[in-house]
């Protein structure tokens, strides 16, 4: 049965704001998009775990990155535009070890497009390092 979730976000969902999220290296699927955040939504067991991107910022909930032990692969588009490119050459940066995956236009949502070229990272990713 589909919760009912939070409602301003299943409006921004329905609305051509979304569009925000898009990155230049493909055409905009309005309905895609929309489907894409109900699922969030959907799966989401709180509406903070579906909107926990911002809290990095807050004071009080600094996390050292430097601290990670698991090997990280950073997958970022280099037009997202809510987390600029450099955001995740940061990350990759600052954290020993990263791979960093360039999505070139890619936005902040993920294209059936570019499936194959995260599936490979992924899976490279996970090959070298299987523990």
Not at 99 to 123: K, P, S
Request: net charge neutral; charged share 20%; aromatic share 6%.
């Amino acid at each position: 049965m589909r919760s009912t979730g939070p409602i301003a976000l299943r409006q921004f969902a329905s609305s051509s704001r979304n569009r925000a999220l898009a990155g230049t290296a493909h055409s905009f699927d309005q309905a895609g998009a929309r489907r894409l955040i109900e699922r969030d939504v959907d799966r989401a067991r709180n509406f903070a775990s579906a909107t926990n991107h911002f809290i990095i910022e807050e004071p009080g909930r600094q996390y050292r990155v430097t601290d990670l032990q698991a090997p990280l692969l950073v997958i970022h588009g280099t037009a997202d535009p809510l987390f600029p490119i450099e955001h995740g050459l940061a990350l990759a940066r600052i954290v020993a070890g990263a791979t960093m995956v360039r999505l070139e236009g890619g936005g902040h949502e993920l294209y059936e497009a570019d499936w194959d070229t995260i599936i490979a990272a992924i899976i490279g990713h996970t090959d070298r390092h299987p523990t």
